[in-house]
């Protein structure tokens, strides 16, 4: 099975910061990754495929990159709506999996 | 509007059976995969299961093989997922949700999701 690992776990900041965040995986998935918009009680909404493909009407300041094993997530601007757990999932091979989540709070 | 709406979660004891369903709408069930998707209480997402467009492939976990299955009545709109000899650790909110694309490899992402429906395994 191919590991994601998200870093950081948590992420203190404020409105206007720039965010990376970074996602790396255990071995090669090509541009075949997708970032995950989680807030509390609902469900997942996808940001990002295929590493840098921006989801019809997802906010411009939002942003992907990388491929093979690296990959990283930025906000280009934090604005008061983006507070929640970020999410990376490869879908290079089964089974598909997911990083461990950013939560990105309030500084 | 896609709208992917779930039912039958619930409580229900160690060794016991739940089904659940995903009602979709809004377009084309038919011609998309479909994906159960988990969350336990405050932890990340896990990939449960997934079906292709016409239900004649499955794929599975590990966590679960053997003990799930996924299916879909392309007639009714709806996907379900049958879950047997249920286990504490099964305990979480099961998504449905529809693959991003209707072809390779946008099968593999997901979008959009159902709300979720809890399913808590305890006596």
């Known amino acids: 099975d191919i590991q994601m690992t998200q870093s950081p776990s948590t992420l203190s900041a404020s409105v206007g910061d720039r965010v990376t965040i970074t996602c790396r995986a255990s071995q090669s998935v090509g541009s075949w990754l997708a970032w995950y918009q989680q807030k509390p009680g609902k469900a997942p909404k996808v940001l990002i495929y295929k590493a840098s493909s921006l989801e019809s009407g997802v906010p411009s300041r939002f942003s992907g990159s990388g491929s093979g094993t690296d990959f990283t997530l930025t906000i280009s601007s934090l604005q008061p709506d983006d507070f929640a757990t970020y999410y990376c999932?490869?879908?290079?091979?089964?089974?598909?999996?997911f990083g461990g989540g950013t939560k990105v709070e309030i500084k | 509007d896609v709208q992917l709406v779930e039912s039958g979660g619930g409580l229900v004891q160690p060794g016991g059976s739940l089904r659940l369903s995903c009602a979709a709408s809004?377009?084309?069930?038919?011609?998309?995969?479909m994906h159960w998707v988990r969350q336990a209480p405050g932890k990340g997402l896990v990939w449960v299961s997934r079906?292709?467009?016409?239900?004649?492939?499955?794929t599975y976990a590990d966590s679960v093989k053997g003990r799930f299955t996924i299916s879909r009545d392309n007639a009714k709109n709806t996907l379900y997922l049958q879950m047997n000899s249920l286990r504490a650790e099964d305990t979480a909110v099961y998504y449905c949700t529809r693959a991003g694309g209707s072809s390779w490899p946008d099968n593999n992402w997901f979008d959009p999701w159902g709300q979720g429906i809890l399913v808590t395994v305890s006596s």
């Open positions: 079906i292709n467009s016409d239900g004649t492939t499955t």
């Open positions: 999932q490869q879908y290079n091979s089964s089974p598909l999996t």
């Open positions: 809004g377009f084309t069930f038919s011609r998309y995969y």
